[in-house]
């Protein structure tokens, strides 16, 4: 069975930096992404960033040249290092994970519990 453990939330100033860092235990057959969503109270659940199949990448608009995704296949890890943090980027932050666990298995979707973000003076 696959767990993400999720790490390096807290509080910080604006314009200060945090590294979120998400642990995988339990091996893939094949990974379609593996990355960040946060959900802000009142607001639904959106994408931050996200490791895609061959390497590619994609980031939110609003975090876009602040954030970057990093994916360690040898660990396994996926970290996402975000700087110029602004309040609104205060949210639960969640580690995604989509793929096979098999490759006789459709594909699953497993998410971490959450680790806290916030960004204020």
């Known amino acids: 069975q696959v767990q993400l453990a999720e790490s390096g939330g807290g509080l910080v100033p604006p314009g200060g930096s945090l590294t979120l860092s998400c642990a995988r235990s339990g091996g893939m057959y094949s990974i379609s992404e593996w990355g960040w969503y946060r959900q802000a109270p009142g607001k639904e659940r959106e994408l931050v960033a996200s490791?895609?199949?061959?390497?590619?990448?994609n980031y939110a608009d609003s975090v876009r040249g602040r954030f970057t995704i990093s994916r360690d296949k040898i660990t396994p890890t996926v970290s996402l290092q975000m700087n110029s943090l602004k309040p609104e980027d205060t949210a639960i932050y969640y580690c995604?994970?989509?793929?096979?666990?098999?490759?006789?298995?459709?594909?699953?979707?497993?998410w971490g519990q959450g680790t806290q973000v916030a960004v204020s003076s």
């Open positions: 490791t895609l199949s061959f390497g590619s990448t």
């Open positions: 995604k994970l989509k793929g096979q666990l098999t490759f006789r298995d459709s594909e699953s979707t497993y």
